[in-house]
């Protein structure tokens, strides 16, 4: 690290100046940036001799402070502060004033406003600001010299030496750190990308993309919302450092906010602190189901590809603000908007590889029109002729036998090249059962499924009513998963002639009135706009639990509202 003093007045005595060379040293021996801030407040205290000190860090926008690292106060006093200080006061003179401040009583001070609920009172005060780069990156605060004495003006020579140094040590630390994490958004894109394009099933692609944007962004939390067929968002994968980051894998994000920020194409960063109003009330749930407190940092990222968006990328950090969120915006758009680009690459890999089936099934089909049917046609021609002209009755019969047989034979062959045209899909069942055991994780058990009736026959379970009973099954596994507290879950389909219904019930707490119903909301509306029930059963009897019935026509070429198309 090389220092520059030019301008600088430099401390008389030589006892000072090596003071100060090993302060210089202390805070320039390493590279971790929290750790930086923690050497220069404990180097400054010691280089003057105070008993408190801290380093204010600005808010990018430089309007009050973002973080404040203390040294001095016991674990007893640091807990009885009521909240971290934003600036104001003689604090916020530092911030709009840049200049070294020497106080002898920091309580007659014009700007002073008192020492907040559980604050230890302090008389003698100094301060200096630390420049990175030609801005002002925070302020070093000191408070009551030790033995009563007044701050000296060789004491600001010092600070204010010292704080040069360390706008140089917080320099190298954020380039470090810039560095670090240049590789680690580099290799997360790497990883994602790989994962899309090679084959990767897209469960598994999607868990990797929010487990190395969690690291990357040093967050707590990290979730992907895609939009599904029907256009609504549903959280597809989570991860984070509380276990119940993952209860929230299948929640529908309904609210007309979502689709706000989705459209909008631009990410959110939120920030609250607690005593304050949260920034976005829906984030905070989000951030509450996800084990995190409902304050702090939480970004909200659009993954758009040309004029449109696929999804949402939601990062939050914990309690407080801290450099990291702000530093991150960036690289997360960035992040987020590779991840849709990838997405729709895979996507439009997996269409490319379905249309060269399909282009050989349509060969294999013409072939057999033009060539087999035709063949066995004329075949069963000549030999009709020959029955005519046959004078043994036997050879009549055995004539008019295989003429039957290659009729047959031509119709078995007309089904199956009507089936090689239609499009390949999933049967719903297999869907079904891959939903299920989706919620393996958030659970921490493979709920039971029982499917009665024709589920996959399109005669009576139609697309529109498909894509209802994958989302009716989704959003009641995820009311269990988030609050039932269940060891067992049996989901039960039964299909008939002419109604649908589906059972979701489970073994835990039974329904806990929380004032927030948007889950049975959304499938109380599914239900009538197909002119069907819900009934909730909760406790059950004795045994507590919940029972979730949604029952509807069923109604061949109908849409979601039971219109017809």
């Known amino acids: 690290m090389q220092l520059n003093l030019t301008g600088l007045s430099m401390p008389r005595s030589s006892h000072a100046v090596t003071t100060l060379l090993n302060a210089v040293l202390a805070v320039g021996s390493g590279l971790d940036l929290s750790e930086v801030l923690t050497r220069i407040v404990r180097s400054a205290c010691d280089l003057v001799g105070a008993r408190y000190g801290a380093l204010g860090v600005l808010r990018p926008d430089g309007e009050g402070l973002m973080e404040f690292v203390t040294s001095g106060l016991t674990p007893e006093e640091a807990g009885r502060v009521a909240s971290q200080p934003f600036g104001h006061g003689v604090l916020g003179t530092l911030i709009r004033d840049p200049r070294p401040l020497r106080l002898s009583a920091v309580g007659e001070h014009p700007d002073a406003v008192g020492f907040p609920p ?204 801290s450099h990291t969120a702000y530093d991150a915006a960036e690289p997360l758009k960035q992040y987020a908007d590779l991840a849709a680009v990838t997405l729709t690459a895979a996507s439009a890999q997996r269409d490319r590889a379905r249309m060269v089936v399909l282009e050989d099934r349509e060969r294999i089909a013409r072939d057999m029109h033009d060539v087999v049917i035709q063949r066995l046609f004329a075949t069963g021609l000549g030999l009709q002729s020959a029955s005519r002209v046959a004078a043994h009755p036997y050879v009549q019969k055995r004539l008019s036998e295989a003429v039957d047989e290659l009729d047959l034979a031509i119709k078995d062959i007309r089904r199956m090249i009507f089936a090689l045209h239609q499009p390949e899909s999933q049967p719903l069942s297999e869907e079904l059962h891959d939903l299920v055991v989706s919620f393996a994780e958030p659970l921490g058990f493979t709920p039971r499924l029982t499917v009665v009736g024709p589920l996959d026959d399109p005669e009576t379970v139609d697309e529109w009513l498909r894509l209802d009973l ?85 109604s061949v070429g109908a849409g979601p509202t039971g219109d017809p198309l």
Do not use: C
């Open 118 to 321: 559980g604050h230890p009172v302090m008389t003698t005060f100094l301060g200096a600001p630390i420049h990175v780069r030609g801005e002002v990156f925070g302020n070093i605060y000191l408070a009551d010299k030790v033995g009563g004495l007044e701050f000296t003006g060789e004491d600001e020579e010092l600070i204010v030496a010292l704080a040069a140094a360390a706008g140089m040590a917080i320099d190298n630390a954020r380039m470090f750190h810039m560095a670090r994490s240049g590789r680690q958004w580099s290799d997360a894109l790497r990883e994602m990308t790989q994962a899309l394009l090679y084959g990767r099933d897209q469960r598994v692609a999607l868990s990797m993309l929010v487990q190395r944007a969690q690291l990357a962004a040093e967050a707590e939390l990290a979730a992907v919302a895609l939009a599904g067929e029907d256009g609504q968002l549903i959280i597809e994968a989570s991860t984070g450092t509380d276990p119940r980051s993952r209860l929230i894998v299948g929640t529908p994000l309904a609210e007309p906010h979502w689709v706000t920020i989705l459209d909008s194409g631009e990410p959110l960063l939120l920030l609250s602190r607690e005593g304050e109003a949260v920034a976005d009330s829906l984030a905070a749930q989000l951030r509450e189901a996800s084990g995190l407190p409902p304050h702090g940092q939480t970004a909200i990222v659009p993954m758009s590809v040309g004029t449109g968006s696929l999804g949402l990328l939601v990062v939050a950090w914990g309690e407080g603000e």
């Open 470 to 554: 994958l989302a009716v099954i989704r959003e009641a596994l995820s009311n269990v998963a988030r609050h039932a507290q269940a060891g067992e879950v049996d989901v039960a389909v039964v299909v008939q002639a002419d109604l649908v219904q589906v059972t979701v019930e489970d073994d835990g707490v039974g329904m806990i009135e929380t004032g927030r119903r948007s889950g049975l909301a959304n499938l109380s509306e599914r239900a009538a706009g197909r002119r069907g029930s819900l009934v909730v059963l909760s406790p059950m009897a004795v045994l507590g639990g919940t029972r979730v019935i949604w029952e509807v026509p069923a």
